[in-house]
């Protein structure tokens, strides 16, 4: 289920689309709840240094402008792009693809995707604001990033997102009735 194989037999760009999307939202999540539960913190080592905690303990200590200072720092950047990719592909197959043209719902179908769309393009904001705008529009990017978050959040239940949730459940019940089959 991770590799999705399944999806590689259906399409090359397919598997694409929905790989981009899938470790985009598992990055951003692996690191956006470390950070909010305070299990990942980072402290100012003078002059130059952060040191990384995990759990309280010291991970290790890095160079603010280095290599591993801009990647660590800009992770959620990354994972955004990677989500940027991933809804661009989905959007332009929906608005392209006459079959799913017929069938598709906007609050089912595209609106989770333009959800995740504006979470990706927010936290880049974010982002931009921070570095290259001294902070302007800041709060109001921030409270609107935030909007958007808990807004898809709350509406995985009943969109197509729900399938990420629906597809190991179901795995996990054919296990559970092989199992339990009469011999």
């Not at 999540?29 to 040191?51: E, H, K, N, Q, S």
């Amino acid at each position: 289920m991770i590799a999705q194989t399944f999806i590689w037999k259906r399409g090359k760009l397919r598997w694409v689309m929905h790989q981009a999307i899938f470790w985009g939202v598992l990055g951003s999540l692996g690191v956006t709840i470390p950070l909010t539960l305070g299990w990942i913190r980072f402290t100012l080592a003078p002059p130059d240094d952060y040191i990384a905690w995990f759990f309280g303990m010291q991970v290790m200590r890095f160079p603010i402008e280095a290599g591993a200072g801009f990647a660590l720092f800009h992770i959620l950047d990354w994972t955004a792009l990677l989500l940027v990719v991933g809804v661009s592909i989905a959007l332009w197959r929906r608005v392209t693809d006459l079959g799913l043209l017929s069938t598709q719902r906007f609050g089912f179908d595209l609106m989770p995707l333009v959800m995740l769309l504006a979470i990706a393009v927010t936290g880049l904001l974010l982002t931009a604001s921070s570095m290259w705008w001294h902070g302007r529009f800041y709060w109001f990017i921030s409270l609107s990033h935030q909007v958007i978050v808990v807004t898809w959040l709350l509406s995985i239940p009943y969109g197509k997102f729900f399938h990420v949730v629906q597809r190991p459940a179901s795995v996990g019940v054919k296990l559970y009735q092989a199992a339990n089959a009469d011999p």
